[in-house]
């Protein structure tokens, strides 16, 4: 059976970070430089201060990751304009530590948990897209990926496959991760990849990754589907394409040599019909660990030679692992449709030679991609191009 292949655009976003619990607040203080990164006192790692970039909620009788979600789902959904229940919408939700902290606390038998313990069957890690799909009331497919750290790219081709396939006509894509716990940070501080002070991406004061949570949702429909429900709603831009690859070399190393990274955006432009000139602005995964940063500025540099616009955010909202990338797919979004790119927040002395913004500023461009690495040796790329859906 053959399906006739659609274009696919996003038409609605919503965000829940550290720097603001909804899109706007979070674009505009992305756009300023600000940051959610402060000093944590930490009494259950030895009285330590650690920098972290939480998200200030109100408590609640729920678990995080779902407090986190669901404001951001829900947020996408009203900028979309979608009406409930949206039936042959695809929801893809995909988390790296999903209900990690009820977990613990639950463990530990801690005050802070309302979960009776007879409740873990609803704290496994698919549950979150099951809660979103309940949630939607749809009646159309229900993912829940999980790739460490490449996760919310993952979501995105997820999403993007099942609507090209014909096996809906839009999907809500989705992730978040609430990692602020105590075997999180323990486990990067063992690693050696957490940060004394803060987060700086490819500068030569780098000292690690800033832990951070929070959540974002887009919402993508095909053109067709969107042409049919009249949608007066603004795009964003177009999926054009991705790359998936895993090295198969480390549990936390990337490949010294990046083959699998480099095809995987070789097949992320291959399948968006795109050049490596073409793309005018990248979000680089940019965690502040020395590793990483070198790793990937020189696979950049080989690749792009023509020195596309640079950007890398987690220095404003901490390195929410899974949900990493579904949040720079946003701002990737967003600076294609009002051309401006957002600043290397937390950047300090740039060690690598790429064209990286130092401050918001506008810039006209048609192509961004938006890169993300993983534990496991995951790879994930997803191009975005700004649309040419004309919305009436």
């Given at each position: 059976?053959?399906?006739?292949?659609?274009?696919?655009?996003?038409?609605?976003?919503?965000l829940?970070?550290?720097?603001?619990?909804?899109?706007?607040?979070?674009?505009?203080?992305?756009?300023?430089?600000?940051?959610?990164i402060?000093?944590?006192?930490?009494?259950?790692?030895?009285?330590?201060?650690?920098?972290?970039?939480?998200?200030?909620?109100?408590?609640?009788?729920?678990?995080?990751?779902?407090?986190?979600?669901?404001?951001?789902?829900?947020?996408?959904i009203?900028?979309?304009?979608?009406?409930?229940?949206?039936?042959?919408?695809?929801?893809?939700?995909?988390?790296?530590?999903?209900?990690?902290?009820?977990?613990?606390?639950?463990?530990?038998?801690?005050?802070?948990?309302?979960?009776p313990?007879?409740?873990?069957?609803?704290?496994?890690?698919?549950?979150?897209?099951?809660?979103?799909?309940?949630?939607?009331?749809?009646?159309?497919?229900?993912?829940?990926?999980?790739?460490?750290?490449?996760?919310?790219?993952?979501?995105?081709?997820?999403?993007?496959?099942?609507?090209?396939?014909?096996?809906?006509?839009?999907?809500?894509a989705?992730?978040?991760?609430a990692?602020?716990?105590?075997?999180?940070?323990?486990?990067?501080?063992?690693?050696?990849?957490?940060?004394?002070?803060?987060?700086?991406?490819?500068?030569?004061?780098?000292?690690g990754?800033?832990?951070?949570?929070?959540?974002?949702?887009?919402?993508?429909?095909?053109?067709?589907?969107?042409?049919?429900?009249?949608?007066?709603?603004?795009?964003?831009?177009?999926?054009?394409?991705?790359?998936?690859?895993?090295?198969?070399?480390?549990?936390?190393?990337?490949?010294?040599e990046?083959?699998?990274a480099?095809?995987?955006?070789?097949?992320?432009?291959?399948?968006?019909?795109?050049?490596?000139?073409?793309?005018?602005?990248?979000?680089?995964?940019?965690?502040?660990?020395?590793?990483?940063?070198?790793?990937?500025a020189?696979?950049?540099?080989?690749?792009?030679?023509?020195?596309?616009?640079?950007?890398?955010?987690?220095?404003?909202?901490?390195h929410?692992?899974g949900?990493?990338?579904?949040?720079?797919?946003?701002?990737?979004?967003?600076?294609?449709?009002?051309?401006?790119?957002?600043?290397?927040?937390?950047?300090?002395?740039?060690?690598f030679?790429?064209?990286?913004?130092?401050?918001?500023?506008?810039?006209?461009?048609?192509?961004?991609?938006?890169?993300?690495?993983?534990?496991?040796?995951?790879?994930?790329?997803?191009?975005?191009?700004?649309?040419?859906?004309p919305?009436?």
């Amino acid at each position: 059976m053959s399906f006739e292949r659609d274009r696919v655009v996003v038409t609605g976003i919503g965000l829940v970070t550290a720097i603001g619990q909804d899109r706007k607040t979070t674009w505009t203080n992305l756009l300023a430089g600000k940051t959610g990164i402060e000093p944590v006192y930490a009494p259950r790692l030895g009285d330590a201060v650690i920098p972290l970039a939480r998200v200030d909620l109100l408590q609640a009788d729920m678990p995080r990751v779902e407090r986190l979600i669901l404001p951001a789902v829900n947020e996408a959904i009203a900028d979309a304009g979608l009406v409930l229940p949206p039936i042959d919408c695809g929801i893809v939700v995909g988390s790296s530590r999903s209900y990690q902290r009820e977990w613990e606390l639950l463990m530990r038998h801690d005050s802070q948990s309302r979960l009776p313990r007879s409740d873990w069957l609803n704290l496994l890690p698919g549950n979150i897209a099951r809660l979103v799909a309940t949630q939607t009331k749809t009646q159309s497919i229900v993912l829940s990926p999980m790739a460490a750290c490449a996760t919310g790219n993952w979501a995105i081709a997820q999403a993007y496959e099942a609507i090209q396939m014909g096996k809906c006509t839009m999907a809500i894509a989705a992730a978040v991760d609430a990692p602020i716990v105590p075997l999180s940070i323990a486990g990067f501080q063992k690693l050696g990849a957490m940060a004394r002070t803060g987060l700086y991406p490819f500068s030569r004061e780098r000292e690690g990754l800033v832990l951070g949570e929070g959540a974002a949702a887009i919402v993508m429909e095909s053109e067709s589907a969107l042409r049919s429900r009249g949608c007066v709603s603004r795009c964003y831009g177009e999926i054009l394409g991705f790359g998936l690859t895993n090295d198969a070399w480390h549990p936390t190393s990337p490949d010294p040599e990046h083959t699998q990274a480099e095809r995987a955006i070789h097949t992320c432009l291959d399948r968006a019909g795109i050049n490596a000139e073409d793309v005018g602005h990248i979000n680089l995964h940019g965690t502040g660990t020395q590793l990483n940063d070198a790793s990937e500025a020189k696979l950049a540099a080989r690749i792009f030679p023509h020195a596309p616009h640079v950007s890398a955010t987690k220095g404003a909202t901490g390195h929410v692992l899974g949900a990493t990338g579904m949040m720079e797919a946003a701002f990737c979004l967003m600076a294609l449709r009002e051309q401006v790119l957002p600043p290397c927040t937390g950047m300090r002395s740039p060690e690598f030679d790429l064209n990286f913004t130092h401050n918001a500023c506008e810039v006209e461009h048609r192509i961004a991609l938006n890169v993300s690495f993983g534990f496991g040796g995951q790879n994930a790329v997803v191009a975005f191009g700004r649309s040419k859906v004309p919305i009436t």
